[in-house]
């Protein structure tokens, strides 16, 4: 039999070589972004300026609009049945799946299209933008318009929540919420 000799690490020496890995990573980060600290400072509104390595300034996503927000809530809804006087959230009829679509972006809408109408601001055909409120045949029916020149919409009883084009019915009116 042999005998083994034992490593003894002690607390001392972990502690000494843990700082000394820390201070060559920290070291190395910190060298990095000085080295390459030529870009001209990038201001975000209501964050403040930065100064981006690299060079090239990165721009942060845009926020989605409420309109956004409301059309990709619609947009979960596609194969929902129609329901007269349905407001969701498993069934609709079409100004029942604008209010609701609306609601889950935090914002109030009128319940019927005829109060939908007169709700918002107006909004141009030329001038659509994803979940703009349009409204079709004198405003007796709703959509959320969906880019592309298409809107989603509860169209009639037997028909489910679906995306048409915005063609397919006489165009009234469009108010953006």
Known sequence: MSKHRKSHTTRATRTVCGLAVAAAITGGVLALPAARASAEPFAIPGIGTLDVPGGAPVTPAPLP?????????????????????????????????????????????????????????????????????????????????????????????????KRAPLDSMPFFAARRY
């Not at 409120?133 to 809107?151: I, M, P, Q, R, S």
């Open 65 to 161: 609009t409420r309109g956004q927000q409301a059309l990709d809530a619609a947009l979960s809804k596609l194969g929902a049945p129609y329901v007269w006087g349905a407001t969701g959230p498993n069934a609709f009829d079409c100004s029942g799946l604008v209010q609701w679509a609306y609601r889950q972006a935090g914002v109030s809408v009128p319940r019927t299209t005829y109060d939908q109408v007169n709700g918002g601001s107006p909004v141009g055909r030329g001038d659509l933008q994803p979940g703009d409120v349009v409204l079709f045949n004198g405003a007796e029916h709703v959509g959320l318009y969906a880019g592309g020149g298409t809107v989603v919409h509860a169209p009639t009883s037997g028909q489910p929540v």
